[in-house]
């Protein structure tokens, strides 16, 4: 292979891009990185989210070695009350149900994007191009495929876009999507409490959005993770944007004890991306790229992960058997693998939304009788965390 010619281009390095090209070299699979960032601002990228990781992708990141990479610097989830308002926690899910560890750990974005991102700088089978961003995609012939950057054009035998939910790729392939504006804005922070949080994870529903309290490892101060989603109508509110943190104590009502502080507040308004399909030609969707949900469930990048890992055994089987990377069987069997876990996720997020957002008698009805089903049954709830853990929907 020539400089500008690969196998296989990966477009698109955020976490769900990184750790696809990691799951590749793993296998001795040489691919080619591409991100519109250079790396200095890759590095520097200020994201002050925290990420749920589940049991399932815990597993995938500790076989890949990044997880001891992470310095212990997660913090395990060891249960998580759900609850309509401020009512009694009306659901408990418990680690101890299970004999599957943690039900998941809660990890800052930004150390686990710098982790990925040493880790494939390292790499002898991962070759970066920072800086580099596509203008266009021919693929027209498959065996004589490229895309064109502002000052080169690559080569490539397969595509794979992990651009976001944004996503050039997507456009530039013309696949076509579902799209749907939530019209809330997510509000991301830290807050410190004067109690512990015991690995504690907390979700309250709102009519006016669902707030998100995750535990934060930080041995100086009790810290927690704050992912509160708000009606963009009430969030742009002169009186609520004035009485932000007052607004937001009436939410938490002390759960971890006094507020003591709260941090930068970042913005982020909600919608979803379906695509309908996967693939087109030699070129594959992974992460949000192919679908972007509502973080109601902390769980688009667990899903995304899932994404990746499968399509590095698919491509590793067609280099076992001595196929191009892009085998039109083989990819029609990663889209059947992929195809339930993804459709039942958008489709979950999407109505757990619609239906622990908004007022209404029958709503709440409905609300307060589904909550009161599931904390009744332990089946449900096992099956429900199972499936939450990422333990459920990955063929491993
Ligand atoms: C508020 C909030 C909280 C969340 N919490 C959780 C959680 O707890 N658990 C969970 O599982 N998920 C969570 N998610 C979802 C999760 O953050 C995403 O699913 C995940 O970050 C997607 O990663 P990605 O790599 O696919 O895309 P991105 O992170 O968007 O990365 C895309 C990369 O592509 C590059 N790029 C873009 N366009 C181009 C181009 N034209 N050319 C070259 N490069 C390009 C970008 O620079 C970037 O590096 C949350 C989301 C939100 C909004």
């Not at 308002?85 to 101890?96: A, R, T, V």
């Not at 579902?178 to 994870?201: E, M, P, W």
Request: with cysteine; hydrophobic share 40%; aromatic share 12%.
């Amino acid at each position: 292979m020539t400089k500008n010619h690969h196998e296989i281009i990966i477009c698109g390095a955020g976490m769900i891009g990184l750790t696809f090209a990691l799951l590749m070299a793993e296998r001795k699979i040489k691919v080619c990185i591409i991100d519109k960032n250079d790396k200095r601002s890759l590095f520097a990228q200020q994201d002050n989210r925290t990420t749920a990781i589940s049991q399932g992708s815990y597993r995938i990141f500790r076989k890949l070695g990044i997880w001891k990479k992470l310095k212990n610097a997660f913090q395990p989830i060891n249960q998580i009350f759900v609850s309509e308002g401020l009512g009694s926690h009306d659901i408990n899910f418990n680690y101890k149900n299970l004999r599957e560890g943690p039900l998941g750990f809660i990890v800052d974005n930004k150390l686990i994007r710098e982790t990925l991102l040493n880790e494939v700088l390292k790499s002898k089978y991962v070759s970066f191009k920072d800086g580099t961003e596509i203008i266009n995609i021919n693929n027209e012939d498959i065996d004589n495929s490229f895309l064109e950057t502002k000052n080169f054009d690559l080569y490539f035998k397969m595509l794979v876009a992990a651009d976001g939910r944004f996503s050039k790729t997507r456009y530039h392939a013309n696949i076509k999507y579902y799209y749907h504006d939530y019209q809330q804005t997510a509000f991301v922070f830290n807050i410190s409490h004067s109690n512990k949080h015991h690995g504690v994870a907390l979700e309250r529903f709102f009519p006016t959005g669902p707030l998100a309290v995750l535990p934060v490892n930080n041995s100086k101060i009790n810290q927690s993770s704050i992912v509160w989603t708000v009606d963009t109508k009430v969030a742009t509110d002169k009186n609520f944007k004035e009485n932000f943190k007052e607004e937001f104590e009436k939410k938490y009502d002390n759960f971890f004890g006094k507020l003591i502080n709260l941090s930068e507040v970042k913005k982020y308004p909600l919608n979803v991306f379906s695509c309908y399909d996967i693939f087109k030609k030699n070129i594959v969707l992974i992460g949000d790229a192919c679908q972007a949900i509502h973080p109601i469930a902390g769980q688009g990048f667990n899903l995304g992960l899932r994404d990746a890992f499968i399509l590095a055994k698919t491509l590793a089987k067609s280099k076992e058997l001595g196929l191009e990377p892009f085998n039109l069987n083989l990819m029609k069997s990663y889209e059947n693998m992929r195809k339930i876990d993804k459709t039942l996720l958008v489709n979950a997020t999407h109505n757990l939304n619609g239906l622990f957002s908004g007022s209404g008698k029958f709503k709440s009805l409905l609300r307060k009788t589904g909550l009161r089903i599931f904390s009744q049954s332990n089946f449900l709830k096992n099956q429900s965390m199972l499936f939450a853990m990422g333990l459920r929907n990955l063929e491993a």
